[in-house]
């Protein structure tokens, strides 16, 4: 049975709206509802048309969040009365933003979904620091990884992931890792030195964004110092090295 709506799962991208695609600009502005992410901007938000209907499903870990169950429910019941939804999503829909769970909702109601990618925090994250995620000399490759898993999930193995980039000469890319970065520390620890740099780049790309820059070994210890919260990007890698010689070069001359 076909519907007159369409849900459209839109990437947000990191905050900052000039980051949008122009894909998802035209989106934004063509929907009659939006069902928005918590950590979507209001700038970004500013595009909806003056009668549009923007509902907010805030999903942030550490928060009260609107189940993913209802989230489903309202897509599917927006577009079965004819609206032209969309779903905007902080970075992008398909990196640790849920669109996945989406889509199969979507075609298993029988809903006409696309998808538009958005830039993830990630790669932001990397080039607000000045620094590649991957270069032929100091990383060859690059994994985006959740430091907070589904409840009930089994753990992340972070040891196996520690051997992997040692071995593969990887950079790791950690979401949502703020809070359970001693864990993590400690773990990575079994396979990479205490010296491997280590950035966290705080609301990448917003007002207010915060970089620091320190060590694996010291990496909680900075988080605590630093009091950074979510969100937060942990990239640990040789890559972040240039950053960090040019971190202490600068407390060198200016104390």
């Known amino acids: 049975m076909n519907h007159p709506g369409t849900v459209t799962l839109v990437g947000a991208g990191p905050g900052d709206p000039e980051l949008l695609t122009l894909k998802a600009v035209k989106a934004i502005q063509a ?6 992410d918590d950590l979507v901007s209001p700038e970004v938000v500013a595009f909806a048309a003056p009668g549009a209907r923007v509902i907010h499903v805030g999903k942030r870990g550490g928060c009260r969040s609107t189940p993913q169950s209802f989230i489903h429910k309202l897509m599917v019941t927006a577009a079965r009365e004819g609206e032209q939804v969309v779903r905007l999503k902080g970075g992008d829909p398909f990196i640790f933003g849920r669109g996945g769970e989406e889509l199969e909702a979507l075609r298993e109601a029988g809903i006409g979904v696309r998808v538009i990618n958005g830039i993830t925090a990630g790669l932001s994250a990397a080039t607000a ?27 992340t193995d972070w040891r196996a992931l520690a051997a992997t980039a040692r071995e593969a000469r990887l950079t790791l890319v950690i979401y949502m890792g703020v809070s359970g970065a001693a864990t993590i520390q400690d773990e990575l620890l079994t396979g990479l030195p205490a010296a491997t740099p280590v950035a966290v780049v705080h609301r990448v790309s917003l007002p207010g964004e915060r970089q620091v820059v320190t060590t694996l070994g010291e990496l909680a210890a900075t988080i605590e110092r630093e009091a950074l919260a979510s969100p937060s ?15 202490q070069a600068l407390r060198r001359q200016f104390g």
């Open 31 to 36: 929907a009659t509802v939006l069902m928005v």
């Open 129 to 155: 620091l000045g620094v590649p995620l991957t270069h032929r000399d100091h990383a060859h490759g690059v994994l985006f990884i959740t430091g907070h898993g589904q409840h009930g999930a089994p753990a």
């Open 233 to 247: 990007v942990i990239v640990v890698g040789d890559v972040i090295g240039s950053v960090a010689v040019a971190a």
